[in-house]
């Protein structure tokens, strides 16, 4: 009998001793936090790519950069190569420094050692207190200087920026947004066109980047915008800049807005007015001379009521420019 109840106690000591380690493994975790409802999260959410280096000045071996830190980055990984890359070539490219901790609003790094009248090309990525990095930021190039060049020359040689993008939304029933545009022209050549989403207005104080690299002047795209870089339902607004190889940066394009929401693809409707009577915004309406029922999008609120009683799936999404 004393040896069970010797084995209960020893057992419930051991399950506590389990449970202690198991809440002080927990609070030294820096990558779990818990939520009010018990359970935990793990921050997996990358800062933003930096859309804004920028070559500041080219010595014969020197070359200096600028960028804008984003939201939530604490360091950046520089890196540069002899040729233009993307995504794919920042794995072999030379490694500059990959834990640069940001300390200003606006970070300066020169990186020296290199080697005259040579084509450089440069790039960064951000990453927050949990080494979640971000995708590849504009890559800006440009060529050292001969090398009896004074030291002290400090302008980029080409300082001309891109000419404006001419930016546009595709309307259609497309299941995503499509923006298109041409890209500029530049005397020496494009690194990127930087594209800003913002779905709160047309002051973009809050926006997402899509950065488009490489690109070529003259050759035309066709850019999906992702569901979580707009807002069904709501009017969102994009524009662009193009950056050249040496970082000079063109002007805003217009401003674009438009808004994914439903339409009534007119070959497939029945007419027989389910979707009028569940609309609760009364964007929908009955036109007489037409003999058919139409959507109007700016009343339109994306709730998705009329799709659910549409008995011919007649009804669909639409992006539409506003
Ligand atoms: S999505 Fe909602 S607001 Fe828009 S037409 Fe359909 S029911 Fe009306
Ligand atoms: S519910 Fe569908 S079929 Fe009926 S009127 Fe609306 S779109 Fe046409």
């Known amino acids: 009998m004393k040896r069970a109840i010797f084995c209960i106690i020893a057992g419930w000591l051991l399950l506590l001793i389990l449970i202690g380690f198991s809440s002080c493994a927990d609070s030294f975790n820096g990558n779990v936090s818990d939520e009010d409802d018990g359970s935990s999260t793990v921050d997996t959410i990358p800062p933003a790519a930096v859309s804004d280096l920028t070559i500041i000045s080219v010595g014969c071996d020197s070359v200096s950069v600028e960028w804008t830190p984003t939201e939530d980055s604490e360091i950046y990984a520089l890196r540069y190569d002899t040729v233009n890359f993307d995504e794919s070539g920042w794995q072999t490219a030379q490694i500059f420094s990959d834990a640069i901790p940001v300390d200003a609003e606006t970070m300066s790094i020169t990186i020296r050692s290199l080697t005259s009248e040579t084509y450089y090309c440069f790039a960064v990525k951000g990453a927050d ?17 001969v090398q009896d060049t004074s030291d002290t020359m400090t302008l980029p040689v080409d300082t001309i920026p891109p000419a404006d993008v001419d930016l546009d939304v595709v309307e259609g029933f497309f299941s995503l947004p499509q923006i298109s545009f041409v890209a ?5 050549g494009l690194s990127s066109v930087i594209v800003q989403v913002s ?3 047309a002051d973009f104080v809050h926006y997402d980047s899509i950065i488009i690299a490489p690109v070529e002047s003259g050759n035309e795209y066709n850019i999906q915008i992702s569901a979580d870089l707009y807002s069904f339902g709501l ?3 994009v524009r662009a800049y193009a950056v050249d190889l040496e970082g000079n940066r063109g002007d805003f394009s217009e401003v674009v807005a438009f808004a994914h929401r439903y ?11 389910r979707c009028y009577s569940a609309c609760p915004n009364d964007a929908i309406s009955y036109n007489s001379s037409t ?6 999008v700016y ?3 994306g709730c998705g009521d009329c799709v659910s009683v549409c008995p011919r799936s007649a009804i669909d999404k639409y992006v539409k420019k506003l």
């Open 235 to 237: 009017v969102n607004y």
């Open 199 to 201: 779905s709160e207005s």
């Open 184 to 188: 500029p022209e530049d005397s020496g």
């Open 291 to 296: 003999g058919s029922y139409v959507i109007d």
């Open 129 to 145: 207190s949990l080494e979640n990095w971000s995708e590849l930021s504009n890559v800006v190039c440009c060529s050292t200087l």
């Open 299 to 301: 009343a339109c609120i």
């Open 263 to 273: 339409q009534i693809v007119n070959s497939s409707c029945i007419n027989c007015g």
